[in-house]
Nanobody, 120 residues
Framework: QVQLVESGGGLVQPGGSLRLSCAASGNIFSTYYMGWYRQAPGKQRELVAIISSNGNTNYLDSVKGRFTISRDSAKNTVYLQMNSLKPEDTAVYYC??????????????WGQGTQVTVSS
């Protein structure tokens, strides 16, 4: 059983910062990519940022230069540092990871989601 647990969401004023964390736990053999998606009301879920096992990153164009994804592979944890937040960043943010549990094929796992609200 693999679980992803997110933390760090909340309410912040425009221009502010938040840091999201997502820790994977369970019978993990290896973790491949880890990433963050978001879904705003009435919109489709979109990929915000992703980081591979060797540290390569990719970002949604609208967050480039403001968000930074990083990971601590020893802790199976991924972070999303969000700076210069805008109201349009408001959404539920979901952690996603491609994980191979011990004795089981690799699969995609999702966190429960954490609300980020950017408002004055």
């Amino acid at each position: 059983q693999v679980q992803l647990v997110e933390s760090g969401g909340g309410l912040v004023q425009p221009g502010g910062s938040l840091r999201l964390s997502c820790a994977a736990s369970g019978n993990i053999f290896s973790t491949y990519y880890m990433g963050w998606y978001r879904q705003a009301p009435g919109k489709q879920r979109e990929l915000v940022a992703i980081i591979s096992s060797n540290g390569n990153t990719n970002y949604l164009d609208s967050v480039k230069g403001r968000f930074t994804i990083s990971r601590d592979s020893a802790k199976n944890t991924v972070y999303l540092q969000m700076n210069s937040l805008k109201p349009e960043d408001t959404a539920v943010y979901y952690c996603n990871a491609r994980i191979k549990p011990i004795g089981v094929s690799a699969n995609d796992y999702w966190g429960q989601g954490t609300q980020v609200t950017v408002s004055s």
